[in-house]
């Protein structure tokens, strides 16, 4: 009789302190970080090197050329035209750390917190799914939101924002996870500043923003680049590279498209369990309006046939 007390008393506490053991454990995350261990996410995917191919033969090269050529830019990003799906899995997500920039005019040192995390990634060709050889186990980092930040980071206007996980291309262009609740207005301003003062003209980036009730939430960035700025002798045959990032609260990316005068490059679609992720996510407000309507309704035609059924 004891010793099952005991027991019971030990499983009594074990119960009471595995809570705090939670509590403790997510406490090493900073609240920036929207990712947990063994999550995994799958976007469906599209690739076309055609539009590239467009902009280079649209500033001089021959077909040969702008073939090789944009056949290099899809090559460095591993956008392969056969995908269709990349499946990304967190494997662990390591401490807070920190990174300091040096601004080469002023010659100071700046710090910046970031987490880094740990990600395998898979590719989805026809119907086989394969690891990619170099990136079974690579790493990637989610900076702390600091406005400064987005002035001290290499920025891709041809390709959209990449909000610093470097050093794998294809989680920069677009970043596949971002830190949660950016002030995208802040990250546009940041963008639209030139190296060079004659470039400003060239340079469009706005902050995306969905309407949630009667409110409009922030999700994103909108960019768009007019390259005739490095090649006035072709500006008027040149068109203009746009590009559109949406994340949601957690910061996943959940949509992205980068085009050439219209024509896609490359696209991300975030896929979840209920079908599309970006239709659900944007329109959820209206869908549960319609849902609580049609409940109020059903509800209001059982109460008028059984007050009926009673007066019978």
Do not use: C
């Not at 392969?80 to 601004?103: A, S």
């Not at 949509?255 to 970006?278: H, Q, R, S």
């Amino acid at each position: 009789m004891k010793y099952s007390k005991i027991i019971l008393f030990g499983l009594l506490v074990i119960t009471l302190l595995i809570p705090f053991a939670s509590i403790a454990h997510a406490a090493k995350t900073p609240g920036y970080v929207g990712i947990k261990e063994g999550q995994t996410y799958t976007w469906t995917t599209e690739f076309d090197a055609g539009p590239l191919e467009d902009y280079y033969e649209d500033i001089g090269e021959t077909k040969e050329e702008a073939e090789e050529d944009a056949w290099n830019v899809m090559e460095s990003r591993e956008w392969e035209e056969e995908v269709v799906e990349w499946k990304l899995t967190i494997q662990e997500i390591r401490k807070e750390d920190d990174l300091y920039f040096v601004d080469p005019d002023e010659s100071l040192a700046d710090e910046y917190e970031y987490v880094k995390y740990v990600y395998s990634l898979k590719e989805l060709d026809g119907d086989v799914w394969h690891w990619r050889t170099i990136d079974t186990y690579q790493t990637a980092k989610i900076f702390e939101p600091d406005e400064e930040l987005w002035g001290k980071e290499f920025m891709s206007f041809i390709f959209g924002v990449s909000t610093f996980n470097p050093y794998r291309a294809d989680l920069s262009y677009p970043s596949l996870v971002v830190a949660k609740n950016l002030d995208w207005d802040e990250v546009a301003r940041w963008m639209e500043k030139p190296l060079y003062p004659r470039e400003k003209d060239y340079y469009k980036a706005k902050e995306i923003k969905i309407q949630h009730f009667l409110d409009k939430k922030q999700v994103g960035l909108y960019t768009e680049l007019d390259t005739s700025y490095g090649n006035p002798q072709y500006e008027k045959d040149i068109d203009t590279f746009e590009s559109i990032s949406k994340y949601n609260d957690d910061g996943i990316l959940y949509y992205y498209e980068v085009t050439y005068d219209g024509d896609i490059i490359a696209k991300f679609e975030l896929k979840g369990m209920m079908g599309n992720y970006v239709y659900i996510y944007e329109n959820w407000w209206w869908m549960a309006l319609v849902a609580g309507a049609a409940v109020v309704g059903v509800i209001i035609l059982i109460v008028v046939i059984i007050k009926l059924k009673k007066r019978k």
